[in-house]
């Protein structure tokens, strides 16, 4: 099935420090969404950022958008050991909605 | 908070046995979604029901797989031989209208097949 590519699949910083993470697709989409897996747990919905929309900020969290190269970045500030998780964006590839997952990056936030 | 509940969290069992996974929806959510994770990847849906009705299965290994949510509310899915290659997280989801609402994940339920 497609997928997403995630970018990069382990990233390892200090608190304190921000994360970039990076999400590219393949096709066109209605919206994109992070969720985060913190280790052995279900998932928990982030964001969500909609085709017509280029920025969105929630907390210590902003997601970019850029359809023309069909691509998406977390970016989380200040990070805290609580964040260290799983994170994972999803798309809806205009197929009836269906969410298309990437494979994720795994944070590490070292205290 | 209300939550999506799975049960069991953890099972352990035999290939070419039988196991059923049940899942409790956020109340007032139509629509409900199962995914499979393996280790090291992200979630790729099972099956989507919308109330009672599926409206894709087409990832969803129908000589072995079956899931219903025959009164529109929980749902269960069966695995029937399991495969050595059924190890993985099973993810329960629900949103409440259409696949452009955010979906609310269960704790899952850890499969192992030995």
């Known amino acids: 099935s497609q997928q997403g590519e995630e970018d990069p699949q382990a990233l390892s910083i200090q608190e304190g420090e921000n994360a970039t993470m990076n999400c590219s697709y393949k096709?066109?989409?209605?919206?994109l969404q992070w969720y985060r897996q913190n280790s052995g747990r279900g998932l928990v919905h982030l964001i969500l950022?909609?085709?017509?929309?280029r920025e969105k900020h929630s907390g210590r969290l902003r997601v970019t958008l850029d359809t023309s190269k069909k691509s998406s970045s977390l970016l989380i500030t200040a990070s805290r050991a609580a964040d260290t998780a799983s994170y994972f964006c999803?798309?809806?590839?205009?197929?009836?909605?269906?969410?298309?997952f990437g494979q994720g990056t795994e944070l590490s936030v070292k205290p | 908070e209300a939550e999506v509940a799975q049960s069991p969290r953890y099972k352990i069992t035999e290939k070419s046995q039988a196991v059923a996974f049940w899942c409790d929806p956020i109340?007032?959510?139509?629509?409900l979604y199962w995914y499979r994770q393996i280790l090291g990847q992200g979630p790729e849906l099972l099956v989507q029901?919308?109330?009672?009705?599926?409206?894709?299965d087409s990832q969803l290994p129908k000589d072995r797989f079956s899931a219903e949510r025959l009164k529109g509310v929980d749902s269960t899915l069966k695995i029937q031989p399991a495969e050595l290659g059924d190890s993985a997280m099973y993810l329960c989801?629900?949103?409440?209208?259409?696949?452009?609402?955010?979906?609310?994940f269960g704790p899952g339920t850890r499969l192992t097949v030995l």
């Open positions: 109340s007032g959510h139509a629509t």
């Open positions: 950022i909609r085709s017509n929309e």
């Open positions: 029901f919308q109330d009672e009705s599926v409206v894709d």
């Open positions: 999803a798309t809806d590839y205009n197929q009836g909605g269906k969410l298309i």
């Open positions: 989801a629900s949103s409440y209208g259409s696949l452009t609402d955010t979906q609310y």
């Open positions: 096709t066109s989409i209605n919206n």
